[in-house]
């Protein structure tokens, strides 16, 4: 193999790939990025053998081939060289690089020794457009209730599927749960794309991507973003039927100024730390206040209180204050609906608007 | 005691502050802040014992009184409250905090049993006023070179001390050493301030500290940043006779950009990781060529080089790239000069002035 590429166009190749590559003992190879010619291409590209990604960039081809050289050393040595051409030669398993001043040698593993990239068939799949904005909001407003817990695989994705007509996301790790409507749709989903994967497709966004690609088939899922190509697993399983545990209806609902519950929760948990995070919300109507107390045994205690445009009904409910505070920093707008019934059944926060398409459960603490 | 600050003033005291606090399993009070009224101030302060910092801020005192409250809760407690009057009433050992919608009650401990605050005689001392600017580029360029090997105390600070009518700082580890000229003097001076001292001196400086008082007696120092002061004591011990190694003269002396010396040693330093740091420098006056070369046994070899303006003899020496870059990155100005002689004596860099009063030595590695 004997090439020359941009220093601009290879670095952004290499960083958006090598963090995919992985130090497993049992197979060295991962931890290589793989370069390969592809007429006047180069490919670059990494697999972790549940995610892989590429990236194809320009070349001036001198002679075909291919290599697997160390992700972590080409990634940052590249980074750091000028914004030149880059020589890229292969000699026995050998990388040479050279670009003005600066030369070297990379020792790699040869190509064939690499696990084969999964490809998608394009005809048989399904396929999504969705802008990148709205694809940012819905995965990070849904993957922040996924679950780490790797004993219950299905919750640690976020379920995309369809449901009359539309296309939602959704996630819960059995202590919230979040939906949120994308596009309309007229083709049957149901798949669930682990969260690390979104994780990977949310790093490789960067501002020139304006719309991204979604292919499914029966295990996996393909995203494209730009000159970026990332091929998932799906995660096998059946996502719990969720809907049934939403309230429709509430007997305390609450609006209010998003930054105000915001700072009264920030507060309330500073005094929850001591307590596992437990604090109480009381809403009372007559004076529309809302107010959060909470009590760190041997520190002391606090409660904060705000004022609400609309309160329906008194009501009290205690929750973990590290889920309110994650759910109000993902929800959308100025204002928030808070409702809650009595001190058992699940708590629900929307924006403040009526067409609200996400939907944020927390479920209370005993108290 | 009972009193009113302003949320601002008194979120700027307890950050200030706030670090010097500890958590010493023999001292539980260490973890607190002292709040003492003193007249129409609130004098706001921690120490670990080694560190004492002191604020004072104007209050409204209604009455006088003391209380220690838990540095960590009470400082991000406040620092979250809006920027409005805040009331401090102590009851029992409680402080109550109320401000606007906000109520805390924090449990404290009585003041009496908070060690003593170190005092400084001023009329016994020695006194120095430092430009905040050249108290901050002095003590960052010589602190780098002190160690954290605390079986050898009096390398675990900076040396402060009189030669010849002029002030200077100096510091060493063993593997390289550094030495700034920062003003003339004519008292004697030999103290040594521990780094851990002179870091929460520089994180304690904001943009409104124009200048640093420091006051010397025997056991101690003391720093007064407006409204801020800290008091620490010295380290004992008698600190090395570093001026006999630095080298007068050296064999080969290279001058060149200092961003080209900065690049170059950057990437040899990847290439240097798996061989503890270590890169051959070689110098070719003929071509005016600075290279340096670098192996990682497993993963490849580099070279990099740069052109120079002067090179005075050829020569080749090998370094620990880490203390290369980090000599680099606090030398002042855009050219470096960099001299040794042979593959033993020290080398020496400096800026690329005749005058320069920045000296930065490190001991080559046997090669």
């Avoid at 407003?141 to 009359?164: A, I, K």
């Avoid at 107390?293 to 705000?306: P, V």
């Amino acid at each position: 193999m004997e090439l020359q590429v941009t220093q601009e166009n290879f670095t952004r190749a290499l960083s958006n790939v090598s963090r995919v590559a992985t130090n497993k003992a049992q197979l060295p190879i991962l931890e290589n990025i793989l370069l390969r010619t592809d007429n006047n291409r180069l490919l670059v590209a990494a697999t972790n053998l549940e995610v892989a990604s590429s990236n194809y960039v320009g070349a001036k081809v001198v002679r075909e081939g291919s290599i697997t050289i160390p992700a972590r050393l080409i990634t940052e040595f590249v980074s750091n060289l000028p914004k030149e051409q880059i020589n890229l030669k292969v000699e026995n398993d050998h990388l040479k690089i050279t670009c003005g001043h600066y030369s070297s040698i990379i020792n790699g593993m040869v190509a064939d020794e690499f696990p084969e990239l999964p490809v998608i068939d394009k005809k048989t799949s399904i396929k999504y457009i969705v802008t990148t904005e709205d694809f940012k909001k819905a995965v990070s407003q849904t993957m922040v209730t996924s679950s780490s817990d790797s004993t219950r695989p299905v919750l640690t994705g976020v379920y995309w599927h369809s449901f009359e007509g539309k296309l939602y996301l959704a996630a819960t790790d059995g202590y919230r749960l979040s939906e949120k409507y994308l596009i309309d749709t007229k083709t049957e989903l149901s798949a669930i794309i682990p969260a690390s994967t979104l994780q990977e497709v949310l790093r490789t966004i960067n501002d020139e991507v304006e719309e991204i690609e979604l292919l499914f088939n029966d295990t996996q899922v393909h995203f494209k973003l730009n000159e970026t190509e990332i091929t998932s697993r799906l995660i096998d399983g059946i996502f719990p039927d969720y809907r049934q545990l939403i309230p429709k209806t509430s007997e305390t609902e609450i609006i209010l100024k998003k930054d105000d519950f915001v700072r009264i929760t920030k507060i309330a948990s500073l005094f929850a730390r001591e307590s596992g995070g437990s604090v109480t919300i009381s809403a009372v109507s007559e004076t529309k206040t809302l107010s959060i107390h909470s009590i760190a045994s041997e520190l002391g205690e606090n409660t904060s209180e705000a004022e609400a445009e609309t309160i329906t009904q008194d009501g009290t409910v205690t929750l973990n204050s590290r889920y309110l505070n994650e759910a109000l920093s993902v929800l959308d707008g100025d204002r928030v609906t808070f409702r809650f019934s009595g001190k058992l059944s699940p708590c629900v926060l929307t924006d403040g608007s009526k067409s609200a398409n996400y939907k944020h459960i927390i479920m209370p603490l005993k108290s």
